[in-house]
């Protein structure tokens, strides 16, 4: 990979400062900018390759920074169980080289969503539902990450509509990205396609990621939580766009 010419390296490092930056905001979108720009430049597999190794840095440092990492784990752990199931088998949809189909549908769903809650009052879930709901989401959501590499429905809309405060939900989506993370790594090598002489350079993509992510996060504490929600639903429109288009191109 470092015998990339010096405009793609240099792409590459900006793709990897504007995901950051997203994520710091956001607490989501560095894995999703990163395969949305990458994959213009690259094939999925190198390009999930790549973000491996920033996403588990980012996602673990804003996990084990928020300040409810423990209640969190015990609220959510069937959840997180059953994306790292979902993600291993959902790998080979990616594997197969053929995401557009799987990335349009995602992109309208985050579409509609986005767009819904915008307009519309927002979504939430009775805490009685979570013992069975949260396996099937978290299912659902591994098989989309890991035929997608991307980790956002719909995990991102359910754990919004769970009523989390702001940091909360940070921390929340940090824990599914991170489990989501580790298992599309352990899927990819299972099935043996994961490009493994791409580490170095995925290591050297942790400087741009965090460098964002931390201008990211100074913008997150200097707006309000409404300003916020608003900010998030409006990432997530965009994201959707994105793939939309993409995976219609």
Do not use: H
Request: proline letters at 6%.
């Amino acid at each position: 990979m470092f015998d990339l010419p010096p405009p793609l390296l240099a792409a590459v490092a900006a793709t990897f400062f504007a995901a950051g930056f997203v994520k710091g905001v956001t607490g989501m979108g560095l894995p999703t900018v990163a395969m949305g720009v990458l994959g213009a430049l690259i094939s999925p597999l190198t390009a999930a390759s790549l973000l491996i190794v920033p996403s588990l840095v980012a996602n673990i440092w804003q996990l084990l920074a928020g300040p409810s990492f423990g209640p969190l784990l015990r609220r959510l752990w069937p959840m997180m169980l059953a994306i790292a199931a979902g993600t291993v088998l959902g790998t080979s949809w990616l594997a197969s080289g053929d995401t557009r189909l799987t990335t349009a549908a995602l992109g309208g769903a985050l579409v509609l969503y986005s767009g819904y809650t915008l307009l519309a009052r927002q979504l939430s879930v009775a805490q009685r539902l979570e013992p069975w709901l949260s396996p099937v989401i978290g299912a659902v959501t591994g098989m989309v990450s890991g035929g997608t590499g991307v980790f956002v429905i719909p995990a991102v809309p359910y754990l919004q509509a769970l009523g989390l405060g702001k940091d909360d939900l940070v921390q929340a989506l940090c824990l599914s990205f991170t489990v989501s993370t580790v298992a599309l790594a352990a899927g990819l090598g299972v099935r043996g396609v994961f490009q493994f002489d791409n580490l170095a350079l995925s290591a050297l993509a942790i400087v741009p990621a965090l460098a964002g992510m931390g201008a990211g996060q100074v913008v997150r504490g200097r707006i309000s939580p409404t300003a916020f929600r608003r900010g998030f639903l409006f990432c997530l429109l965009l994201l959707g766009v994105e793939m939309l288009a993409r995976g219609l191109a």
